[in-house]
């Protein structure tokens, strides 16, 4: 059912709203499925194309880089051309590229697909706009909580999912085809439950801008994701952050010259949105970190290596890492309530802190299943409460015309947050060998130890930075209809 809510004050039924935040779940969870879905296939998929290893990870990187490109300009169509219609076009064209990758035995195809399937990080800033536009000022914290907390569950689902499918040499095309129906359904559902809204924002598309920010953050993203192939001191790694920060300079400039900038410099300065997109940083560091850490980890043969619980990539994701990603949907609700009865900053500030604990666990203590397991569920639990945290954070912060392109500034730093935490991990896991050639465990404890003084960072910059007491401010008084998502 479509709600236009063309007359100020109606308020939809709950049963409405409920179906409206459900409907954006869903579509987080299509996000972030999308993002950890191939990760651990990756072997499997180079031996089934008969390709290298390294040729097939362009399906990552690829991945990667067209979401730089395309957050920050799906955000801002979102802000100017009304949020359900830009959503419903990045869904339609994600099947695609879903059914692309799924339909496909060729290598290009295949990345082609993965680039069209970069459009699914527009989602998130997407939704939440959204839910600012639709969900009564009461009830935002909490519904914006739940469908954050979908990113976690979607990126465990991800790993899971994919070791059951790819067991035993499993065909790695149905990874895709789970996307391709989950995408799907998530379009149908968002074309029934998202009321059309015009969007808040005047003004026109800074195209030139759009293509900078974008251009800046490939080079950026680019070496972050080769740079342990291309060697971190190589011409071409430093050549591609030397541009990168030249072009970031460039853009600055631009962004502060034309009258509708694609993001507003004064935007990116305001101390409680520098402050949130840091610990978005943060997050996405510590996120991947655990990912990645403690499979490597678990997947170590111990006979040889003398650490490790020699463990498939099925008994990874199901028995240590499924754990984590269940307790923390388990608190979404309670991430909510958080947020709405203490404010973002003390959430946020309690997410550093569970992160710091789950990450020293992990550095110190890693030789008994248990404790990798209670480890990764404090992770986990610390990134369900920062995801809970920022949006609100961020709606404290931005206008109303703002707010998609706000959560795309945020979701890059996310997506910035994995990339670092992915470089380093490859890095520290390969570069420090035992004379067989396996990973020294001390490797594990500095990633951890890493993540965790990251995380420290992230809670002082938070805890000192941020006002206290931040509320959601009352309804604007021309503020569309909305909904109660109790």
């Not at 690829?62 to 802000?79: H, I, M, S």
């Not at 026109?204 to 070496?223: E, I, M, Q």
């Not at 943060?282 to 655990?290: N, Q, Y």
Request: aromatic letters at 6%; a positive charge; charged letters at 10%.
């Amino acid at each position: 059912m479509i709600i236009t809510g063309s007359s100020p004050g109606v308020r939809a039924g709950d049963a409405t709203a409920r179906l409206l935040v459900s409907t954006l779940c869903l579509d987080v969870i299509v996000l972030s499925l999308i993002q950890t879905l191939v990760v651990p296939a990756l072997t499997e998929i180079a031996g089934q194309l008969h390709t290298t290893a390294a040729t097939v990870g362009w399906a990552v990187t690829a991945n990667l880089l067209a979401a730089a490109v395309l957050t920050p300009l799906l955000g801002r169509l979102g802000d100017l051309r009304g949020k359900r219609r830009v959503l419903l076009g990045v869904l339609a064209v994600v099947v695609a590229g879903s059914l692309l990758a799924a339909a496909t035995a060729s290598v290009p195809l295949l990345i082609l697909g993965r680039v069209l399937q970069g459009a699914s990080y527009g989602i998130f800033p997407l939704t939440m706009g959204v839910l600012r536009d639709e969900i009564r000022t009461d009830r935002l914290t909490f519904a914006m909580a739940v469908v954050s907390g979908m990113l976690g569950l979607g990126s465990g689902l991800g790993v899971g999912l994919a070791g059951m499918l790819t067991r035993n040499h499993g065909d790695y095309h149905q990874i895709f085809w789970l996307a391709t129906v989950a995408g799907f359904l998530a379009l149908l559902l968002t074309a029934a439950a998202v009321p059309h809204r015009d969007g808040h924002a005047s003004g026109t598309v800074d195209w030139f801008g759009a293509g900078l920010l974008g251009a800046a953050l490939v080079l950026l993203l680019l070496p972050l994701s080769e740079g342990n192939d291309w060697g971190w001191t190589s011409a071409a790694t430093l050549c591609c952050f030397t541009a990168c920060a030249v072009l970031f300079a460039v853009w600055l400039g631009v962004e502060n010259r034309v009258g509708t900038p694609l993001v507003a410099p004064r935007l990116l300065a305001h101390r409680p949105v520098l402050i949130t997109n840091l610990a978005g940083l943060f997050l996405g560091v510590g996120m991947f970190t655990g990912f990645l850490g403690i499979s490597h980890l678990v997947e170590t043969p111990r006979a040889e290596a003398g650490y490790g619980f020699s463990a498939s990539v099925l008994a990874a994701s199901n028995v240590y890492l499924l754990p984590g990603v269940v307790a923390g949907v388990l608190v979404v609700p309670f991430g909510g309530r958080v947020v709405r009865r203490h404010g973002g900053q003390a959430t946020l500030l309690a997410a550093t802190v569970l992160g710091v604990t789950g990450f020293a666990l992990l550095a110190l203590l890693h030789d008994a299943t248990w404790e990798v397991i209670l480890g990764g569920v404090i992770v986990n639990l610390s990134i369900t409460f920062g995801y809970a945290a920022i949006p609100p954070l961020l709606v404290l912060a931005v206008p109303p015309g703002e707010t998609a392109i706000a959560n795309s500034i945020n979701s890059i730093a996310r997506t910035v947050g994995s990339a670092l935490a992915s470089a380093m991990t490859v890095t520290l896991l390969t570069s420090r060998l035992l004379p067989m050639g396996m990973t020294r465990e001390s490797s594990y404890t500095i990633a951890f130890a890493i993540a965790a003084a990251g995380y420290t960072v992230a809670g002082l910059l938070v805890g000192l930075g941020l006002k206290s007491g931040h509320r959601l401010e009352p309804a604007d008084p021309g503020r569309p209809p909305v909904m109660s998502a109790a």
